[in-house]
């Protein structure tokens, strides 16, 4: 019979994706979430939409 495989999970940590965002903005967004409406929010981070991203499979970088 062949070998069984499953599915990784979280506690496995094989991948880890670093942020481009500090934890200082991260918590403004946290904050303005539920003051802005919708709109006006991705109005005002729309900047960081489409930063790149650090990814590391198994320990090593992209």
């Given at each position: 019979m062949g070998?069984?495989?499953r599915i990784a999970l979280k506690e496995d940590n094989?991948?880890?994706i670093k942020i481009p965002?500090?934890?200082q903005e991260l918590n403004e967004?946290?904050?303005q979430y539920d003051?802005?409406?919708p709109k006006k929010f991705a109005f005002k981070f729309k900047s960081s939409l489409?930063?790149?991203i650090e990814l590391y499979w198994k320990g090593?970088?992209?």
């Open positions: 070998k069984l495989k094989l991948v880890c965002i500090s934890t967004r946290k904050k003051l802005l409406l489409f930063e790149p090593q970088g992209n």
